[in-house]
């Protein structure tokens, strides 16, 4: 079995995304049953990806951006804070799966089938082959079989809603 580092803020128990407001900050939280994992400000695609990022604060006040990156001719999302670069993610090859990487971990972002109109509802996070939490778009809660850290939480929320813009175009043709 493998060790899951202690650096960094991790998630043990069930959490859920729920919107907390309309305007200023938080629009929503990351919450377990007792308290507040991480409070998010506003989300968009535009303020993620060419602007100044999603705002997220952490329940020991340390304060995340959800920002974007270029890496070749494709926008990536990235997790930063004051002291640098929390977490990275890319696609995968494999329609809508993503590989979320960080420091002190790594793992996948993978659909687990179709819901409507041909959109997962439901996720796996995975490390190596181990599954080490499941993701409900509809329900937008987090179900950890082992602690996840919280950063790769957070860009597996951001990839489900948002994905990678161009990675279509990574997927082979059939022509």
């Known amino acids: 079995m493998e060790t899951v580092s202690t650096r960094g803020p991790t998630i043990a128990a069930p959490c859920r995304l729920r919107r907390v407001g309309r305007f200023g900050f938080p ?6 049953e007792d308290e507040a994992v991480a409070r998010l400000g506003r989300d968009g695609s535009l ?8 705002r997220v604060r952490l329940a020991d006040g340390t304060e995340w951006r959800v920002k974007a ?15 640098g670069m929390i977490a990275i993610a890319g696609p995968l090859p ?36 181990t599954e080490i939490a499941t993701i409900d778009e ?11 850290p919280l950063a790769a939480a957070v860009m597996a929320f951001t990839l489900i809603r948002h994905g990678i813009p161009g990675e279509t175009d990574l997927m082979p043709s059939r022509d």
């Not at 993620?48 to 999603?54: A, E, H, K, T, V």
């Not at 959109?119 to 995975?126: C, E, H, I």
């Not at 509809?138 to 950890?144: D, F, G, K």
């Open 27 to 32: 629009v929503e939280e990351l919450a377990g």
């Open 47 to 54: 303020r993620m990806f060419f602007g100044p990022g999603r």
């Open 69 to 83: 990156a270029t890496s070749g001719r494709y926008i990536i999302p990235i997790v930063t804070s004051a002291s």
């Open 94 to 129: 494999g329609k809508r799966t993503y590989g979320i990487s960080g420091k002190d971990f790594g793992c996948n972002l993978v659909p687990l089938g179709h819901g409507g109109f041909r959109r997962p509802r439901r996720w796996a996070l995975r490390r190596h082959e």
């Open 138 to 148: 509809t329900e937008r809660a987090i179900q950890p079989v082992e602690p996840v």
